[in-house]
């Protein structure tokens, strides 16, 4: 099978939106063969997710896992857990795990190798603060986010969020995108697809993915509602 050239992620946090109705929204109005759809609930809705999307096209990802193969860690997942669960991906890295739970780069590193290890893709997150973009630091945050976070494996995807941009709906500007996607393609050992996240709307998804060097979105409020992730997956071509 060819590889995907657009990945449209929803990434559905601490939120429960009614799965059937979710899907059928987004099923209603189908995409293109390149384009591929991943839905990321919390991990107790994975179960039902797998049954629900079974023959859907849609694929199922989780929104973490831990570094160990397993053990003595109360509330975390193991990559092998959830590769049992049908899971094809994993997002590691956000920056709101880093920040709420103090995730550092050695920790997604080593969360990205045990995905990786168990056959799921690991979909790492970088992005930088306001202030280190104040400062007119993004390059350097986002450079050594990489270094020291993604292991070289051609099947990676980054994901470049501002933490700035997310679920605030002040997207970067277009330019910025395509600035900082140049950038981490040139940095990057492996040619692995590069997604934008950070207040993707229906509104801007459009200009979001005809930007060069953005490979795909990963969405978080505008994927709780099938409607407008439908739209924002038409808009990668349908
Ligand atoms: P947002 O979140 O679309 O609500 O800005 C994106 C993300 O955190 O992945």
Redo the contacts with the bound molecule.
């Keep these: 099978m060819s590889e995907p050239d657009r990945y449209l992620i929803a ?1 559905w ?1 601490m939120h429960s939106p009614p799965l059937p109705g979710w899907v059928k929204a987004v099923c209603a109005h189908g995409w293109d063969r390149g384009v591929e759809v991943v839905l990321c609930p919390p991990f107790t809705q994975l179960a039902a997710a797998q049954m629900v999307l079974t023959d859907t096209g849609i694929a199922l990802g989780a929104q973490d896992c831990h570094q160990a193969e397993s053990g003595a860690h109360t509330g975390d997942i193991a990559a092998s857990m959830l590769k049992k669960a049908g899971c094809g991906y994993v ?1 590691v890295g ?3 795990r880093r920040a709420q739970h103090g995730e550092d780069n050695a920790a997604v590193y080593a969360k990205a190798q045990q995905a990786l290890a168990y056959g799921l893709r690991p979909v790492i ?1 970088v992005g930088e603060s306001l202030a280190e973009r104040e400062a007119g630091a993004q390059e350097a945050v986002v450079e050594r986010q990489l270094a020291e976070s993604v292991p070289p494996d051609a099947q990676t995807l980054i ?1 470049y ?1 501002p933490v700035w ?4 709906g002040r ?1 970067a500007q277009d330019d910025d995108i395509a600035a900082m996607h140049a950038h981490i393609k040139k940095r990057l050992d492996c040619d692995v697809p590069v997604l934008y ?5 229906p509104e801007n998804a459009g200009d979001v993915l005809a930007i060069a060097g953005v490979n795909g979105v ?6 709780l509602k099938g409607g407008d992730f439908a739209q924002i997956v038409g808009a990668a071509g349908s």
């Design positions: 990434n946090k997002i956000h920056s709101e997150c994901a969020e941009a997310i679920g605030t997207s996240g950070g207040s993707v709307r990963l969405v978080g409020s505008a994927s």
